[in-house]
């Protein structure tokens, strides 16, 4: 894992030293661990599974009557819910495959824990994006992620650039860039997700509502087409055309390169900026910690008052309505939640606060987005609302690989309608 601040390396050296201890008091109290009730706990967020087990850890330190197990076995959510056997307590990226269950009422009702008013209302709006259960809070944002362009702050001094604020000023940037022979976009074609949560999410977000987009989508049904009021062809057009035209700025042997590509020619300075998220800056931190960095949303009109920044809820606490032993599982998620533990989680995975009361970030990589979150202009990427049985990360590949825009957005809509006519 990269290297976190110096803030963060203090506080997780203190909670490992903490586990530490907690795994020398387990060793002496078999008899209390053998009748302790065991839960499972599903997390599989790779990067930060060892700052997780270090919390589980303490956790059984302070509450030796619980016994977490740490499932990181990346199984369906599908085989579980469908085999009864989801897991105790779940800490997991928020997406459309996740909130099926949250539609359905299988997920436990959690609106009277005092964490279920702390969520910052930018935030709760997020959830919006994502069929709900009515009456019930199903899910407590744990961590937010928040992408943008990633820029070496040393080329644009170099070139006397500064951070564009406006649509033409991005594209003017690019074009000092390639006139000094600089590529002024590193793209990684050879990843569909990574043109999907980059390009595609960040002209899209720019320019259309998200959340009322689909919120529409869903009360159109069936009856989505190309000349519906509300379509993928009719709403998605512009951004994504402007989305290839940007697409232009990139490195010539995009089409073959991949994440990890990526990453390495960012950290060796092969590039002005990245269309990724803060998962990248950990990456590059490895290759190359001396490296200047930040990030900005994209601009994708005139008006500076417009620009948005990307972000996910990158993780989510929930119960199962199907869990036996949901007293424990409140316990773990009360404890996770504490503000010293979320915070410190936040501060070392370079996440934002969910909380009305959550610190700002400090991380000069991702703290000229600070603002963006706090005003609430955000917006979750296009991508993140379209169910999994639509391959739209495949047509967003296509359409950079030369694919007819018409054609392919005259699919998304037959897509949506067909599994809206099924539903």
């Known amino acids: 894992m990269a290297t976190p601040p110096p803030s963060a390396v203090s506080r997780r050296r203190f909670l490992t030293g903490a586990a530490g201890l907690a795994g020398l008091g387990l060793a002496g109290c078999s008899a209390s661990a053998s009748e302790a009730t065991e839960i499972r706990f ?7 599974i060892g700052h997780i087990g270090d919390l589980l ?3 059984r330190s302070e509450h030796p009557g619980i016994r977490p197990i740490h499932d990181t076995s990346e199984g369906t959510l599908n ?7 989801p897991p105790d307590l779940a800490l997991q990226l928020y997406n459309f495959e996740m909130a099926r269950f949250q539609e359905r009422g299988e997920l436990s009702d959690l609106s009277d824990l ?5 969520i910052a209302p930018a935030v709760q709006r997020q959830l919006e994006l994502y069929p709900l259960y009515p009456g019930r809070t199903s899910v407590l944002p744990y961590s937010l992620m928040a992408a943008g362009v990633i820029f070496n702050r040393e ?3 170099e070139h006397g650039v500064e951070v564009p604020r406006t649509h033409s000023e991005f594209v003017a940037a690019c074009e000092t860039f390639r006139a000094a022979g600089v590529t002024p976009i590193y793209n990684t074609y050879g990843d569909a997700w990574s043109v999907k949560q980059g390009l595609v999410d960040y002209c899209v977000g720019g320019l259309v509502d998200v959340i009322d987009f ?9 009856d989505v087409g190309p000349d519906s009021p509300v379509s993928f062809s009719r709403t998605l057009r512009e951004p994504l055309e402007r989305m290839l035209e940007l697409a232009k700025y990139s490195n010539d042997d995009a089409a073959s390169r991949k994440y990890g590509d990526g990453n390495v020619a960012f950290a060796n300075g092969e590039a002005a900026m990245y269309f990724q998220g803060p998962w990248a800056l950990i990456e590059i931190e490895k290759l190359n910690p001396d490296l200047q960095v930040g990030t900005f949303p994209l601009p994708m009109t005139e008006d500076p008052a417009d620009n948005r920044v990307r972000v996910n809820i990158d993780l989510a606490l929930w119960i199962p309505e199907g869990s036996q032993h949901q007293p424990e599982a409140r316990e773990l998620l009360g404890f996770l939640t504490q503000p010293e533990v979320q915070d410190a989680y ?3 995975a370079l996440g934002f606060g969910v909380r009305t009361d959550a610190p700002p970030v400090t991380d000069p990589r991702i703290a000229d987005l600070q603002p963006f979150i706090d005003r609430g202009a955000v917006y979750q990427g296009v991508s993140q609302g379209v169910p999994l049985t639509i391959p739209f990360e495949n047509y967003c590949q296509s359409l950079v690989f ?3 825009l018409d054609q392919t957005l005259r699919t998304l809509d037959a897509d949506w309608a067909r599994l809206a006519k099924r539903a």
């Open 57 to 59: 850890q303490q956790f």
């Open 114 to 118: 005092p964490q279920a008013k702390l």
């Open 155 to 157: 080329i644009f001094a």
């Open 346 to 348: 936040n501060e070392f």
């Open 214 to 222: 689909f919120k529409q989508l869903r009360e159109i049904g069936p």
């Open 42 to 48: 599903y997390q599989t967020k790779r990067e930060v």
């Open 402 to 404: 030369g694919a007819d």
């Open 79 to 85: 085989g579980m819910f469908v085999r009864s056997s």
